[in-house]
Structures are given as structure tokens and as C-alpha cells.
């Protein structure tokens, strides 16, 4: 299993010794909010490049924001591994070929509300498949387990299809929720508040793995 903190839950007053507490992570999730995709507001491309510059992790891009094409140029840094985009926004099929044209792997995400479905006519371009396990928005929720069984339908069809995304989900992950999201066949958990919360990260992140 590998583990990707959502620098989300961090202290952004003391962003360079949070990057230091997290080192053990196999990537870092950036969630960038545009107050209208989702009723929040994060950070956007000056901060993202700065954690890029300050970090040797890989990082893995969660673009909740209606016009990805035009926010996806801006956060093509070194160290940027996927950058996801949810097909409930606009420009979905422009976005896939931008973010390929970057050489930047493609991740496809779905609300907890969207059915998988909605997802299969874009699958085949996808380098990584974000299932929302809250609603986007917000640390800190709780976890929807029944979000669940779409991942278990995606390895299913993966294997049938021959395909090689890596599937992650987002959202309420904890101790208590990882043996779930093992056993359904994720391959990579976001955790913010679980992993921030902690006074030692690298035991959390370790415990989660
Ligand atoms: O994308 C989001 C929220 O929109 C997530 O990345 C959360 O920020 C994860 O936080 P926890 O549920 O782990 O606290």
C-alpha cells in the first residue's frame, strides 16, 4: 500500500519541517480547491511550487477546480507524478491530452456521488483512478465506506481490460479504515488529518503502509 499525505491538514506557517516530518511518503497530495468545484478555497500554484522545491517526494496533484485545462500548465512541476482532475468538470477529454502532452501521468476522479460508469469512456487514458471516499471539500470527514465497492468493480474491470492504472482513494482514511480499502484492492491511500494529527507522521505513515 502506499501512502500519500494530504498536505491539506498541515501547518502552512511551517510548511518546511511539516515536508521533513512526512519523508517516509510515497508521494504528497496536493488538493487545490477552487471555491466553486468544491465550497472551499486551498492553495494554488505559488505554494504547490514551492512544496516542489523543498521536498525529493513525487507529487500527486488533486485538482478540484471547474477549468483544469487552464490550472493544469501551472502546477507541471519537476516532481509532479499525476495530476487528477474530476470528469465532473469541464474540458475533460482537452485536460487528458494537456496533462499527457506534459508527460505528467493522468488521474481520473469521480464525487462519491457520480457513478462509475461516467468514468469508462476515459479510462483507457488514465494513468490513476481517485476514488473520493468524503466529499470533496474538507479534512477531516468521515469515511464512506460504500464508495467501496466501486473500487472493487475497478479492479475487476482492470484485469478484464488489461489495464495498468494504479486506483487511490481520498478521504477519511485512518487506522480503523485502511484494512477495508486493502482488502477492496487500493493501491494508494490519501490521509491528511489521520497523519497530521500524529506527533511522530513516520509511525503513521508506516502504519498505514
Ligand atoms: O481531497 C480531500 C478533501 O477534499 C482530501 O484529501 C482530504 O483533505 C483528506 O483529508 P482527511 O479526510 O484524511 O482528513
Given at each position: 500500500m502506499k501512502v500519500a499525505p494530504s498536505i491539506l491538514t498541515a501547518d502552512f506557517t511551517n510548511l518546511k519541517e511539516e515536508l521533513e516530518s512526512i519523508k517516509n511518503a510515497d508521494y504528497i497530495h496536493l488538493d487545490i480547491m477552487d471555491g466553486h468545484f468544491v465550497p472551499n478555497i486551498s492553495f494554488g500554484p505559488a505554494i504547490s511550487k514551492k512544496i516542489s522545491e523543498n521536498t525529493d517526494i513525487d507529487l500527486d496533484v488533486h485538482l478540484m477546480v471547474w477549468q483544469p485545462l487552464f490550472w493544469v500548465p501551472k502546477f507541471a512541476f519537476k516532481r509532479t507524478k499525476y495530476?487528477?482532475?474530476?470528469?465532473?468538470?469541464?474540458d475533460v477529454k482537452e485536460t487528458i491530452e494537456a496533462i499527457k502532452e506534459l508527460e505528467i501521468g493522468v488521474g481520473l476522479s469521480i464525487k462519491p456521488k457520480t457513478p462509475l460508469k461516467d468514468l469508462y469512456p476515459y479510462i483507457k487514458k488514465a494513468d490513476l483512478i481517485l476514488i473520493m471516499t468524503v466529499e470533496p471539500g474538507f479534512g477531516g470527514q468521515?469515511?464512506?465506506?460504500?464508495?467501496?465497492?466501486?473500487?472493487?468493480?475497478?479492479?475487476?474491470?482492470?484485469?478484464?481490460?488489461?489495464?495498468?492504472?494504479?486506483?487511490?482513494?481520498?478521504?477519511?482514511?485512518?487506522?480503523?479504515?485502511?484494512d477495508a480499502c486493502r482488502e477492496a484492492g487500493v493501491?494508494?491511500?490519501?490521509?491528511?488529518?489521520?497523519?497530521?494529527?500524529?506527533?511522530?507522521?513516520?509511525?503513521?505513515?508506516?502504519?498505514?503502509k
Open positions: 495530476i487528477t482532475i474530476h470528469i465532473e468538470s469541464d468521515s469515511f464512506m465506506e460504500d464508495q467501496l465497492t466501486k473500487v472493487k468493480e475497478l479492479v475487476k474491470y482492470r484485469e478484464k481490460n488489461k489495464l495498468d492504472f494504479m486506483i487511490e482513494v481520498d478521504g477519511g482514511i485512518n487506522d480503523e479504515t485502511i493501491d494508494i491511500v490519501v490521509a491528511g488529518s489521520y497523519i497530521f494529527n500524529m506527533k511522530n507522521r513516520k509511525e503513521g505513515i508506516e502504519s498505514l
